[in-house]
Structure formats: C-alpha cells, structure tokens
C-alpha cells in the first residue's frame, strides 16, 4: 500500500477526540448515566482517551469497557461449521444506561452493527450511541455516527490507517492506497 496523505497529525486527533468527549457530555447533559464502550483495538484506545477527558472536563468517574465484535460479524468468513458463539461482557452494568460506542473509522456500518448487537447481548441499554474518530462514508447499512472526528470522502481503493500506541509506533490518521 501507498501513502496518499496525513489526514490528521497527533495534535489534530488530540482536539477531534477532546471535541468530541465534550459533545458527548453537552448531548447527554452530563455524564452521569454514560459508559463508553470501545470496539477492540484501536476503539478501545480512543474510548479510554474519551473517558480520560470526559472525566477531566466534568469531574466525575465514568465507566469504560470494551467488547470484542468477531462473534457478531455477519460478513466474515466462518472459523467452522459449528463456532463457538462467545458472549460480549463488560466490567459493567449497561442495563438503562447511555452507551457511547467507540471506534476508529465507520465504514460500511457492518462494525457498528455488530457492536451494538454485542452491546445488547451484555443488557438493555437506554440508548446507544456512536463515535469514531473518522467517518469515510460508503455505509451498507442505516448507520451514523452521533459524534464524528473528521469526515473524510474516500473510494472503494483507498484505506484510512488511524495509528495510535500502544498498537502503532506513531499517532496519527493516513490515508493509503490499496492498489499500491
């Protein structure tokens, strides 16, 4: 794959994710009845980082997990006949809670679907809702995310790469080409 372009250096993922740890305060009038859900890996990551701010901003503790969507995937290819169906759990109660998911990039929406599906298999919430750092368009399903980084216009042949430690050496969101 080849680089095209930075689309956000460290700083600029920095004010996306504090602007958006802010919006989810402002849209919930507090945090009070919140948990922040990441998608593993790189959702797990921002949503701790979410958190972190969140709490500096309001002042109050608020509970962080994340959950394991590979079971709730409806376009992966099977492991086998028979898999083992693994239940999502989360440190938490997200029974008549807001649940703000969390993830990296939204894509065709398959992600997020699968995610919320997992969600409910831990409680019934009394919301969910969606953050990703970048929202690339090209949805298969109805879904959109209530807080959005940055909007970034891509074709079918490109990727958005968001690195961030501890999985990658440096922070940052690039977008690559595929057929390169």
Not at 42 to 68: A, F
Not at 101 to 128: M, N, W
């Amino acid at each position: 794959m080849k680089l095209k372009a930075r689309l956000m250096d460290e700083e600029a993922m920095r004010r996306a994710l504090m602007r958006i740890s802010h919006e989810i305060a402002e849209k919930n009038k507090g945090v009070e009845n919140i948990c922040i859900v990441g998608i593993r890996r790189r959702g797990e990551r921002l949503g701790e980082l979410i958190r972190n701010n969140i709490e500096k901003i309001e002042g109050v503790g608020v509970s962080c997990g994340s959950i394991d969507i590979r079971f709730y995937r409806d376009d992966l290819s099977p492991v086998a006949e028979t898999p083992v169906i693994a239940q999502a759990r989360l440190p938490f109660e997200v029974t008549g809670k807001t649940v703000v998911i969390v993830d990296d990039v939204l894509y065709t929406g398959r992600t997020a679907r699968a995610a919320i599906e997992a969600v409910f298999s831990c409680g019934r919430p009394k919301a969910i809702q969606l953050a990703v750092l970048i929202d690339r368009g090209h949805r298969e399903l109805p879904i959109r995310a209530d807080y959005v980084g940055k909007n970034i216009p891509t074709s079918h042949t490109e990727l958005v790469e968001v690195r961030i430690p501890p999985f990658d050496d440096g922070t940052g969101v690039y977008l690559m080409d595929k057929n390169q």
